[in-house]
Nanobody, 120 residues
Framework: QLHVEESGGGLVQPGGSLRLSCAAS????????IGWFRRVPGEERAGIAC????????WYAASVKGRFTISRDNSKHIAYLDMNSLKPEDSAVYYC?????????????WGPGTQVTVSS
């Protein structure tokens, strides 16, 4: 199990911005690729971005490309998701996860997630 914890969610107006953070518990985040996912009620959890352990952004989902930025600070052992130009359809529970590579096929644990609500 690779335990992670997300933070930074909240209520924001359309067009606003939020920064989500992802921290690890019991392992070193720096050694893993980090993916961000989101889940809308009634739908499957969907991957939206991934960054490799050596700080290379591997991919973004089309729905967030150009608006969201994934990054990491290995000196602080934290990964981030900067979300700009938020839309109501971005409302979801956001999760991060760690894996060996950005194909994210070997995820071994999920955090509690952080709720993002985009509404006026």
């Amino acid at each position: 199990q690779l335990h992670v914890e997300e933070s930074g969610g909240g209520l924001v107006q359309p067009g606003g911005s939020l920064r989500l953070s992802c921290a690890a518990s019991g392992f070193t985040l720096d050694d893993y690729a980090i993916g961000w996912f989101r889940r809308v009620p009634g739908e499957e959890r969907a991957g939206i971005a991934c960054i490799t352990s050596d700080n290379v952004v591997a991919w973004y989902a089309a729905s967030v490309k150009g608006r969201f930025t994934i990054s990491r600070d290995n000196s602080k052992h934290i990964a981030y998701l900067d979300m700009n130009s938020l839309k109501p359809e971005d409302s979801a529970v956001y999760y991060c996860a760690a894996d060996q590579t950005c194909d994210l096929s070997g995820i071994r644990g999920w955090g509690p997630g952080t709720q993002v609500t985009v509404s006026s």
